[in-house]
């Protein structure tokens, strides 16, 4: 007899599962993870999405909760017309039915994430630590990773050059090696189009190669000091990756314990974030997961 055989036989032998799936065996699984019991807890994952959903949550906190980043424009911008970059600040976390906020929510996370144009975001994750002193509620760290920043151009800089190759063009040399950055087509301006290669570096992109290049109308600005004035009354802000992403810790966190059993999370913000988080399950839905799988063998 294989090991296959032996689970089968096993399985049909079994008598039928039945338990008492009262409060009290859920009031075991809080105990345990409040004591830091983890492995002997059923958990749940949910996301990335900007909506979380599920329907077998016992009222316990979080194992964890992940919030990533979102950086958007409205539109294409110019350099006549700006169209600022908005990304998600102090994102505020509701969690309820996906109507009516439950006891003790939203929470606002006093943060600021981006994101780039490949997706890559920051994030922040929240990580259980302990149960708080305030019945219902516990602490969580908070750690952030930072692979995006911000940087604003004003004309004041030493290293500007006028292109020979193309008219119009102006550019800071060695810009992106000075800060670690291959090439890249991943970035964000709020006065420029972001162009992908040479071929559409045209009037009114920017492209980044080993250096960071700005293109304008060249009857507008037909010398460096031209273009260097205007940049001087028209800051760019221009978001772009981390050579090596960063982190930061911040001070603990005091999030409210989960509504049950079905729960919705999600976040409002400027710029909508994404969320993953791991939740504490019921057992009678663990136990019928296990059945299911009990089920799927004797069918074999």
Known sequence: ???????VDRAQHMRPLEYDLSES?????????????LDNVPVGTLGPAEILTASDAISAPLRSLVVGGSSTQDGTPTPSSPVPI??????????GDGTTDATGWPI???????????????????????????EGWAWYSGKVTRRATTEVINGREMDWWKSTSYVGGYYRRAWATNR?????????QDRFATATSASTYTVGTCLIDESL?????????PTLADFKAWLVENPVTIQYPLATPTTETLDPIELPVLPAPNVTIYATADATP???????????????????????IISV
């Not at 007899?1 to 689970?7: L, P, R």
């Open 213 to 221: 290049n700005f293109r304008v109308d060249n009857d507008l600005y």
């Open 108 to 134: 606002t996370l006093p943060v600021t994430l981006r994101s780039l144009l490949n997706g890559t975001r920051d994030t922040l994750a929240l990580t259980y630590l302990r149960p708080s002193t305030r």
């Open 25 to 37: 065996h859920n009031e075991l699984v809080r105990y345990l993870h409040d004591m830091g019991v």
């Open 180 to 188: 670690g950055i291959a090439r890249t087509s991943n970035h964000l």
């Open 86 to 95: 908005v990304s998600t600040v102090n994102p505020i976390i509701h969690a």
């Open 274 to 296: 994404t969320l993953t988080a791991e939740y504490i399950r019921n057992l009678s839905a663990s136990i019928s997961d296990m059945q299911t799988a009990i089920a799927d």
């Open 1 to 7: 007899m294989d090991y296959t055989d032996f689970v």
